[in-house]
């Protein structure tokens, strides 16, 4: 293993004792071994100097890396490469001078203490500050759930979060220090939670039940109008189920969705894959608020709102795969502004409703192309003690794709 410099081990709660003799050689012929707190209290006394993790963790691979070519042992939770330390480690240092030591996972130990398949359960990284609503996206009656907590307020704020969303009925286990002589298991339902001194060690189990209000987020375009808090401001459940099938979303995409709104637009194209990205501009200071509250709400915090007016605010954003540009907000000045910031391949998808934003979109049209679409939808509404069809303003939308290739 020559030149392989740098030792990746897995270390449980159970110590070096559960360690194989390779894992404790390298710790002992280390000149310097890194890790948490409780890593290093789990090794007890070493040969090697002993270093604690550096916040942020990129500020200790630098550290790690001026040691190149001397040994180093770096101790992990269970699978370095599984919500661990060796990602990052990664990005800087190649793997041909690491050698690894997985132990299992804190999710491995997790499923052999409830008897779930590891493979069929969803698995969640919430040991992160404001991580815990991107657990939203995920709660279906019938799934279940694994997610590492980042402290023992955890379970607390995820069976609130289970309860708000109408899946109060939900088992949630709360499971300590998994696999040393600290391991303790409890559970509850998520609408009467209220386990105290929770070690801040833990990973969460979730047996997802539906509540009778259950708000299910749909793998699909056009969630109901009701998931949103807004004041009017709102693309419709229909006008919004065919602007996301014209944007295309695709995995790791940046949107910019001009004219934000009440953030509906940017909110499900963070919902079509976990590697999206949006960039969100509204002028309206309590519609901007407005739509960070919801991205919470439906599981995308990192939905990146911004205040500012298009086309001045759109300077110096990163270049956008795809670019949304809401209702009242194009005129020309916006929609070329846009379009010379989209890269080659990218797609701007622009909905008016007032006849100077349709002059706008008829110009883009007759100079770039793509298609102009009129959409009109009427909903069954009271009219004295009978229904009639109640008409919605109709949306004009233009669809454009920016030649050339797609980066």
């Known amino acids: ?38 890593h290093l209290a789990l090794v007890g006394e070493t040969r090697g100097k002993k270093m ?26 269970g699978d370095p490469f599984w919500f661990g330390a060796g990602v990052t480690l990664a990005r800087s240092i190649p793997v041909e001078e690491m050698l690894v030591v997985p132990s299992p996972s804190s999710f491995s130990l997790a499923v052999s203490r409830l ?23 995920h709660v279906h009656h ?23 969303a109408g899946y109060g009925p939900s088992t949630v286990t709360v ?10 298991i409890r559970s509850e339902t998520a609408e009467a939670f209220a386990l105290a001194d929770v070690n801040p060690l833990n990973v969460i189990g979730i047996d997802v039940v ?36 014209s944007l295309q979303p695709c995995p790791g995409e940046l949107l910019w ?48 709102i911004r205040l500012g007016s298009a086309p001045e605010a759109l300077n110096g954003l990163p270049s956008p795969d795809a670019i949304f540009v809401g209702c009242g907000t194009a005129d020309r000045d916006v929609v070329e502004a846009c379009w010379n910031a989209l890269k080659p391949g990218g797609r701007i998808v622009i909905n008016s409703v007032t006849l100077e934003s349709e002059l706008a979109l008829l110009a883009a049209y007759h100079v770039h192309g793509g298609t102009l679409t009129r959409l009109g939808v009427e909903r069954a509404e009271p009219l004295g003690k009978r229904m009639t069809w109640r008409p919605a303003l109709p949306v004009i939308q233009w669809v454009c794709s920016k030649p050339g290739a797609a980066s």
Not at 121 to 130: A, K, P, Y
Request: aromatic content about 4%; cysteine-free; proline content about 5%.
């Open 52 to 77: 604690k993790w550096l916040t942020p963790l990129e500020a200790t691979s630098k550290e790690i890396l001026a040691r190149r070519g001397t040994p180093v042992a770096v101790l992990v939770s």
């Open 257 to 304: 969705d001009v004219g934000a709104g009440s953030g509906s637009i940017g909110i499900e194209w963070l919902l079509a894959h976990p590697s999206n990205r949006a960039i969100g501009l509204e002028r309206d200071e309590a519609r901007a608020a407005r739509a960070a509250r919801n991205a919470v709400a439906l599981g995308v915090p990192h939905f990146d």
């Open 142 to 164: 019938g799934r279940r759930i694994l997610a590492l907590a980042l402290n023992g307020e955890t379970p607390g704020k995820v069976a609130k979060l289970l309860t708000v």
């Open 175 to 184: 499971m300590e220090a998994l696999g040393g002589p600290r391991e303790r």
């Open 115 to 137: 008897g779930w398949a590891l493979q069929e359960t969803v698995t969640l990284g919430l040991n992160m500050r404001g991580l815990t609503p991107l657990l939203r996206r």
């Open 210 to 245: 539906a509540g009778p209000d259950a708000m299910p987020i749909p793998y699909v375009a056009g969630l109901p109008d009701t998931y949103f808090e807004n004041d009017g401001q709102l693309t419709k459940r229909e006008f919004r189920a065919v602007t996301l099938s």
């Open 1 to 38: 293993m020559s030149g392989r410099w740098l030792s990746i081990i897995g270390i449980g709660e159970d110590g070096r004792s559960a360690l194989g003799a390779a894992a404790n050689a390298l710790i002992d012929a280390a000149d310097l071994i890194v890790g948490g707190e409780r």
